[in-house]
């Protein structure tokens, strides 16, 4: 049998490669409309949720119970609002967040601004892709590793195509922050695999942690910036694919 830890590593290269593919994509397709954008994250939005309960939630209650789960999917969520009240970051759309007028704030870079909401979107996908293969569930695994690298082309492109927006440089500068942007997903991995692996009483409250984060970007970030430009029906549309999507996946993983 592979090494689950071993795993996981390549199943985060694989969602950051992909990710780098959504992120190259600038340099041939600079101007996809903004309704097309719209409708690919929420897209992802519906991927997230469904890989959420399909791969994290569910498994995580028939292994450890529901309380454990429903614990760590508070605590995933908890973690997640106090690193978006606590660290200065810019969204590309909703704009500036957390302690932005902190004079230790203001003494950092606009585009770190960017790169940190970044990170903080990407971390829970890194996580989830770690604890499944940890678990040793590699079907699960499977799903979420598809999961977290569809969504992340759209993802990739969309960061590109929003550093181009806000003038941080030429377009091979944009798609080296698009690339950026995925690569936390590969240390997250495994960091989520070293933990289940090794500490097994753990499993349940991790994948409920690692589902309660992407529940709570997919809620306070990723909708909220489909919606805002009046894009809700296609981004709605969006959702409902992404979670036909993962379903349909899940059916054929067996």
Do not use: C
């Not at 590593?9 to 490669?17: E, K, P, R």
């Amino acid at each position: 049998m592979q090494n689950p830890v071993i795993l996981a590593l390549l199943g985060g290269i694989f969602t950051s490669f992909l990710n780098l593919l959504g992120a190259l994509l600038v340099l041939i397709w600079r101007n996809p409309s903004q309704r097309f954008m719209d409708g690919a994250l929420g897209f992802s939005a519906g991927v997230m949720i469904a890989a959420s309960f399909t791969s994290l939630i569910i498994p995580g209650i028939e292994m450890g119970g529901v309380w454990p789960v429903i614990i760590g999917i508070v605590l995933g969520a908890i973690m997640m609002d106090l690193t978006d009240h606590l660290l200065p970051h810019e969204h590309f759309v909703m704009g500036k967040e957390g302690p932005v007028d902190a004079e230790w704030a203001r003494k950092i870079r606009g585009v770190w601004l960017f790169i940190i909401a970044i990170t903080l979107h990407n971390m829970p996908e890194g996580l989830a892709v770690g604890v499944t293969f940890g678990s040793g569930h590699y079907k699960e695994a499977l799903e979420v590793m598809f999961a977290i690298g569809l969504q992340n082309i759209p993802e990739g492109l969309a960061v590109s195509l929003a550093a181009i927006s806000a003038g941080f440089g030429n377009t091979f500068y944009a798609v080296y922050t698009g690339i950026r942007s995925g690569l936390v997903e590969i240390p997250l991995a495994l960091l989520g695999a070293v933990a289940v692996y090794y500490m097994q009483t753990i499993l349940p409250y991790a994948m409920g942690f690692a589902a309660g984060a992407m529940l709570y970007v997919v809620s306070d970030e990723i909708i909220p910036e489909t919606h805002i430009k009046g894009h809700e029906r296609v981004a709605t549309w969006g959702v409902m694919i992404g979670l036909i999507v993962m379903l349909t996946l899940d059916v054929l993983l067996g």
